[in-house]
Nanobody
Framework: VQLMESGGGSVQAGGSVRLSCEFSGIPLKLNGMRWYRQAPGKKREMVAA???????DYADFVEGRFTVSRDNARNMVYLQMNDLKFEDAAVYYCATVYNGGWIWGKGTLVTVSS
């Protein structure tokens, strides 16, 4: 199982970006997926999760600004982020559990500028 994130970059505060996570190795439909982020000097924290059935859950700090979705046919998971704040700047990772362990992508960097 491999995960690869893309879509990060520099975004102005208040702007939007969509992150993508390509999932390979087994059919995506078999796995729940999560998005995490890690800012410099801070611990990695969960941002959003989506179950195999499409039920989503978000960290409190998301406050309705982000949407996680999945396209099982394309083996893709997305994180649409709107109304970005300076504190959203971080490396964003997608992750899943496989064979009892966590699998992580290498991350994609999101910076937020004024």
């Amino acid at each position: 199982v491999q995960l690869m994130e893309s879509g990060g970059g520099s975004v102005q505060a208040g702007g939007s970006v969509r992150l993508s996570c390509e999932f390979s190795g087994i059919p995506l439909k078999l796995n729940g997926m999560r998005w995490y982020r890690q800012a410099p000097g801070k611990k990695r924290e969960m941002v959003a999760a989506i179950t195999t059935g499409g039920t989503s859950d978000y960290a409190d700090f998301v406050e309705g600004r982000f949407t996680v979705s999945r396209d099982n046919a394309r083996n893709m998971v997305y994180l649409q982020m709107n109304d970005l704040k300076f504190e959203d700047a971080a490396v964003y990772y997608c992750a899943t559990v496989y064979n009892g362990g966590w699998i992580w992508g290498k991350g994609t960097l999101v910076t937020v500028s004024s």
